[in-house]
């Protein structure tokens, strides 16, 4: 969602992320805001994902391949958008159910008529929602989530840890209330690596 929101929503809409995500604004008001700004058709997304390139964070790739060879399960729950996101995260081996995601809704000449407003994701305490289904689905009794937003924080509990990450741009809202706050994947690549 960051190239739609970086390329065509302009500083309105990089200022509604900003607000969604340190907390100031309800997620859910932010997306719809950001989205009435833009109005994605089917075609503009479908161009961004074929224009995206090297857009997943140096080391990330590498986290979850390792996490994956010690047989945890990896989920990507995002407030971004589902057409964006499963391309990424087949390069990284996420298959598209282990993605919880927001949908964005197009009428048959592919124009934006709306989000599926019954994805946890699209409302605040949404990825809260979403890791306890997860949880429960999976009988998972560890759960950690990484994240660099405040709607990635709310989602401790369930989650056991929080750890937030700074690698792209860091909020200190979320430095605050991390149990472990990291700018690289790296940080985590090692400890993997030494237990």
């Given at each position: 969602s960051s190239g739609i929101n970086a390329e065509y929503g302009g500083d309105q809409v990089r200022e509604l992320t900003r607000?969604?995500?340190?907390?100031?604004?309800?997620?859910?008001?932010?997306?719809?805001?950001?989205?009435?700004?833009?109005?994605?058709?089917?075609?503009?997304v479908e161009e961004v994902v074929k224009?995206?390139?090297?857009?997943?964070?140096?080391?990330?790739?590498?986290?979850?391949?390792?996490?994956?060879?010690?047989?945890?399960?990896?989920?990507?729950?995002?407030?971004?958008?589902?057409?964006?996101?499963?391309?990424?995260?087949?390069?990284?081996?996420?298959?598209?159910?282990?993605?919880?995601a927001n949908q964005l809704?197009?009428?048959?000449?592919?124009?934006?008529?709306?989000?599926?407003?019954?994805?946890?994701?699209?409302?605040?305490?949404?990825?809260?929602?979403?890791?306890?289904?997860?949880?429960?689905?999976?009988?998972?009794t560890k759960m950690i989530m990484i994240g660099d937003g405040m709607t990635d924080a709310e989602a401790r509990p369930p989650a056991d840890i929080f750890i937030g990450f700074g690698g792209n741009v860091k909020r200190d809202a979320v430095c605050e209330v991390s149990d472990w706050y990291i700018t690289s994947f790296s940080s985590i690549l090692e400890v993997l690596k030494e237990n």
């Open positions: 607000k969604a995500m340190g907390g100031n604004m309800s997620f859910r008001e932010s997306l719809t805001k950001r989205l009435n700004i833009i109005q994605p058709t089917r075609k503009l224009d995206s390139k090297d857009i997943i964070t140096p080391g990330f790739k590498d986290l979850v391949a390792e996490l994956r060879a010690n047989e945890c399960q990896v989920f990507l729950v995002s407030g971004g958008f589902t057409h964006l996101i499963e391309p990424e995260a087949a390069k990284c081996g996420i298959p598209p159910d282990h993605i919880i809704l197009f009428d048959d000449n592919g124009d934006y008529i709306g989000f599926d407003k019954t994805c946890p994701t699209s409302e605040s305490m949404g990825k809260a929602r979403a890791l306890s289904m997860i949880k429960e689905r999976h009988n998972f």
